[in-house]
């Protein structure tokens, strides 16, 4: 618990300000038929880079009310500080409690929308 609210505060994510994370994809690099890189923009506390995700197709069908749907795996990582999450503390044993590098993984299911 008090390592959630640590997260949520001006040391990291700073919720009360940047309430939100998004990526806003600007390509697709289709790799094979069940496997692409989707290139696109990462805001995190209003810090903007673009980043790769590895994306694998889960599945394809169509649900219970006969939608098309799709669900796909992704995963990329970034260096936290190049969002500006530079807080850390040096550990007595050496090195630091926070790594520079965070690993985000992903799991999207989407459905085919009607126009």
Do not use: C, Y
Request: aromatic share 6%.
């Amino acid at each position: 618990m008090k390592r959630d609210t640590h997260l949520k505060s001006p040391d990291f994510l700073d919720i009360e300000r940047h309430p939100t994370i998004t990526f806003k994809s600007t390509s697709v690099e289709g790799l094979a038929s069940d496997h692409a890189k989707v290139i696109g923009d990462l805001t995190i506390r209003g810090i903007t880079r673009e980043v790769v995700l590895d994306t694998e197709l889960a599945g394809r069908g169509k649900d219970p009310r006969g939608r098309e749907v799709i669900s796909f795996d992704a995963r990329t990582q970034i260096n936290r500080k190049d969002f500006g999450l530079t807080w850390n503390m040096a550990l007595e044993t050496g090195g630091f409690l926070v790594g520079d590098i965070i690993k985000i993984e992903l799991a999207v299911e989407a459905m085919k929308q009607s126009v």
